[in-house]
């Protein structure tokens, strides 16, 4: 058995399917605002970070009342597109580490108000002991977020595995001292997460319980 009682997970392109919408929100703001659109694979690479890191990627330069502007544009076009499904088989895989004893948390670049609607309209809430969100202090890949919630759980940082789809995900984890797993079917390609470490790398979500859950 893998020796961590901790397992933290990003939300975004790890549990949730919701990339795509945050992708294509981003770029149908910045069409609005009438600023450069990025690419689908720009406008994916950001996905994590919190929003002030992520204007400061695709939009720099940007004055404060543009950048107002482009943070309503991207909350309407999100709000406005239908709510992304968690991926198959995530709602069973958290029940099942839950039931098995393992505690849970979730590190996101969600701001706490979309975190806390998503717990809530997937009935995930009650599994997670701990969460910790991009607008509640440093932004991945700084390690607050991590540190944060080892000391509110009082789990050591070698018995703390960080499951995430995002080079940003696996920094945090170095940037930590935390072990990390990287699923390949989210934000980043593959190639791209194989330039940071990981003790493993899932290409699906049931790849990542068998590794999880050995013998299950």
């Not at 309503?72 to 580490?97: K, M």
């Not at 975190?115 to 202090?137: N, S």
């Amino acid at each position: 058995m893998h020796p961590y009682e901790l397992i933290i997970f990003d939300w975004d392109g790890t549990l949730m399917d919701s990339t795509a919408l945050i992708a294509a929100s981003l770029q149908s703001a910045c069409a609005d605002v009438g600023i450069p659109v990025p690419s689908e694979r720009d406008a994916r690479f950001v996905i994590g970070l919190n929003l002030a890191d992520t204007l400061g990627h695709v939009a720099p330069g940007l004055d404060a009342a543009r950048r107002e502007k482009l943070v309503e544009r991207y909350r309407y076009h999100f709000l406005a597109r239908e709510e992304s499904p968690l991926f198959e088989g995530v709602p069973e895989l958290l029940r099942e580490l839950n039931a098995r004893g393992h505690r849970l948390a979730v590190a996101t670049g969600k701001a706490r108000r979309g975190l806390q609607r998503a717990l809530e309209q997937t009935g995930l809430g009650p599994l997670f002991e701990a969460t910790r969100c991009a607008d509640e202090g440093f932004s991945k890949p700084h390690p607050g977020m991590l540190l944060a919630l080892l000391e509110c759980t009082g789990v050591e940082a070698s018995k703390a595995v960080m499951v995430g789809d995002t080079t940003h995900d696996l920094e945090l984890a170095a940037n930590a001292g935390v072990d990390a797993i990287a699923v390949l079917y989210g934000a980043h390609h593959p190639e791209l997460l194989d330039t940071r470490a990981a003790v493993a790398r899932c290409a699906s979500v049931p790849e990542l319980r068998r590794w999880l859950i050995p013998g299950a």
